[in-house]
């Protein structure tokens, strides 16, 4: 929604260097800037920024992009919001495209005005608490007595509002906020004698989403009269900036922490995140009361693996929770659990203990969470045959969800000790039940796409979803970069560097770009790149190209696609780019040569790599028809026709790749 003219002048105002520098301490060096990586640990810097191309890369982790994805990756936001982020920063207005339908621009208006309103609802409870005389004798004494420090109780925007009915709801008409509004939110409550406070006589504890905004507010009573049936707790309702489900209480204070911990504690209530965050463990969150979602889930997975929850020593209470963590092991999260002892809560123990005692118990008292379950269940179980078989397929079950065929097996070795039961069996148990989950998975989607038909959706409609994304990358995984991977790279690669440059692949034919080379020399011989992502690139590259416009570095830098900008910022700033930094160091290493030297014979290079490329794409074809050779000769009976048409082509191709690495070799030894 907003305009590309916009996002063009956000490009050009944010430059890599000013934004990251922000972040991370940057030292310059020749024409480029290193420092430490923020995205991994690190002693010495291998995260380079080059100013000239608007690039970084860690070329440790290998992560890198443009002003954009940096502020993506690092703040945990999506395109729109690091868009809008730079904006802000940069002092530029944003235009949004008319492309919106008048529902949906009075839908966020809505949700803009609902965000305002919150906003402001939180000053206001703050600054009773802190300046109201009964803010401060009721609501802050409140928060004294259990022992929260002012500059927690300021980080965490705490609050109070007034015992009085309906004085939150007045102050709010007289600032200018609409009663619609009011309700639309779940702040006010249209009773029979009149609007009236949703949190009147209350502590308050706003719920900030990753981006700082408050969406709900959750609300403690702290009147003792027992003869009024009061809930001790009241929480914003769901509204149209508020789902239950998708938040976290304390993500937005805890993020930074989680991601350099590399771990999220998850707790139960708001007072274990606040008593914790203020004894110095910052990298905890709380699902507050629920039991934890998918959606919740996915939130933490943005931000780290590793996930420890922390458990009151309540048996039951735990038993009852068991399997909302099997979700997240699902999840591919890496899961811990640490027993507090009886009696204590997160709170109660951060409270009564010093920094280093917290850290020093969270440490010794972490176990995984398979561990700890099959020790849980071992101890009720004892020598009871019945209950241990329970059991062990409780314990098969959890194991089996875990996507890492590593953890896996780590978990099933670990479990087979402490069981004493033999590993062949587990193993067979947990490939059993993963057939079986995914066999179930598969008929779902089968009716997924018979139910799509049925209503007329056409089955390209997946086409750059995420759900066709995840599906995309689960294919990857599973096929390790092969020699057919790594040559499509370098095809792509040239047209990503080289396409609108003019080269004469034939010493007397015509000149052309090395784009169209490629890609004539492609559609000529019927040959398509495997992988999605280049198969996407090259099409758009064609679509230019017919259109007379070129593809220079910034096309592929400023790319809407993360993953294609990622790609560019490996190719512009790899080895090519570092070898300028050996240039200044008067190094005179064999990388400047050898960029040098790409660069000034593409005439020789791109037909090279692309019959390299053909090779390997017939290497592969051949393979793929030995397999089919090998079927058909064990079908019952025999289709001699058949066999006959596979062996010839067979041969064909063989002719095919004799003849291209001859070619090969003569050009290489030109
Ligand atoms: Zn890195």
């Not at 972040?23 to 380079?48: A, W």
């Not at 204070?253 to 463990?281: F, P, T």
């Not at 090279?608 to 090779?615: D, E, I, R, S």
Request: glycine share 6%.
């Amino acid at each position: 929604m907003i305009s590309q003219n916009t996002i063009d002048r956000i490009f050009d105002a944010a430059q890599i260097v000013d934004v990251v520098s922000d972040y991370v301490d940057l030292k310059r060096r020749g024409g480029n800037y290193v420092g430490r990586c923020p995205f991994h640990e690190e002693k010495t810097p291998s995260f380079m920024v080059s100013p000239t191309k608007n690039i970084y890369k860690c070329f440790g982790c290998g992560k890198g992009g443009n002003a954009v994805n940096f502020v993506m990756e690092y703040e945990h936001l999506s395109y729109v919001e690091a868009l809008r982020h730079l904006a802000r920063k940069f002092h530029i207005e944003i235009e949004e495209t008319g492309r919106e339908t008048p529902q949906q621009q009075e839908q966020r208006s809505n949700r803009e005005s609902m965000l305002v309103l919150m906003a402001h609802a939180q000053k206001l409870f703050a600054s009773l608490l802190m300046e109201h005389q009964d803010g401060r004798a009721i609501g802050l004494a409140y928060f004294k007595e259990r022992g929260l420090r002012e500059d927690t109780i300021r980080k965490f925007g705490l609050g109070y509002c007034l015992p009085r009915r309906d004085a939150f709801t007045r102050q709010m008409l007289q600032d200018g906020f609409k009663q619609e509004m009011l309700v639309a939110t779940g702040m006010t409550i249209e009773g029979e004698h009149g609007p009236y406070d949703r949190f009147w006589g209350r502590v308050m504890f706003p719920v900030y989403d990753t981006r700082g905004q408050v969406v709900a507010f959750g609300g403690r009573v702290l009147t003792t009269d027992k003869t009024k049936k009061v809930a001790k707790y009241v929480n914003s309702p769901e509204s149209e900036i508020y789902h239950k489900s998708d938040h976290l209480y304390g993500i937005y204070q805890a993020r930074q922490a989680i991601g350099k911990e590399d771990k999220c504690y998850l707790v139960e209530g708001y007072l274990d995140v606040l008593s914790m965050a203020q004894s110095g463990i910052e990298n905890v969150v709380a699902s507050s009361g629920t039991s934890l979602t998918t959606e919740q889930i996915k939130l933490i997975s943005r931000f780290t693996s590793n996930v420890t929850v922390l458990y009151d020593g309540d048996a039951a209470g735990i038993k009852a929770s068991l399997r909302g963590i099997d979700m997240i092991l699902e999840a591919g999260l890496h899961v811990r659990i640490v027993l507090l002892p009886d009696g204590e809560d997160p709170d109660s123990y951060a409270q009564s203990h010093s920094t280093a005692e917290l850290k020093a118990f969270l440490a010794a008292e972490e176990v995984d969470f398979i561990t700890f379950k099959t020790r849980l269940l071992l101890s009720e179980a004892q020598d009871d045959p019945i209950q241990r078989g329970k059991l062990i397929s409780d314990i098969i079950r959890s194991i089996s969800v875990i996507p890492d065929a590593v953890m896996r097996s780590v978990y099933i070795q670990e479990c087979c000790r402490t069981l004493q039961v033999e590993e062949r069996m587990m193993v067979a148990e947990v490939d059993k039940r993963r057939v079986q989950a995914a066999e179930q998975q598969f008929q779902q989607q089968r009716r997924r796409v018979e139910l799509g038909r049925e209503h007329g959706v056409p089955s390209s409609e997946g086409e750059g979803t995420p759900e066709r994304e995840s599906m995309e990358t689960a294919v990857r995984i599973q096929h390790a970069p092969d020699e057919l991977d790594i040559a499509e790279r370098e095809i792509i690669r040239l047209m990503m560097m080289y396409g609108s440059r003019q080269i004469k692949p034939e010493p007397d034919g015509p000149d052309c770009t090395v784009a169209e080379y490629i890609l004539g020399e492609m559609e000529a011989d019927d040959l398509y790149f495997e992988r999605p992502l280049y198969r996407r690139i090259a099409e758009e590259i064609g679509e230019r190209n017919g259109r007379g416009e070129t593809t220079g570095e910034q096309f592929f830098v400023r790319h809407r696609e993360p993953e294609v900008v990622e790609l560019a910022a490996s190719f512009f700033a790899g080895k090519y780019t570092l070898s300028k930094i050996f240039d200044t160091h008067a190094n005179s290493g064999s990388t400047k040569v050898s960029v040098r030297k790409e660069e000034n014979h593409l005439n020789e290079v791109v037909p090279m790599q692309l019959m390299a490329y053909k090779a390997t794409k017939v290497s592969e074809l051949l393979r793929q028809e030995m397999e089919k050779i090998r079927e058909a000769q064990s079908a019952i009976p025999v289709d001699e026709n058949q066999l006959a048409a596979l062996l010839s082509r067979y041969d064909a191709l063989s002719a095919l790749k004799k003849q291209l690495a001859e070619t090969l070799g003569e050009r290489v030894f030109r």
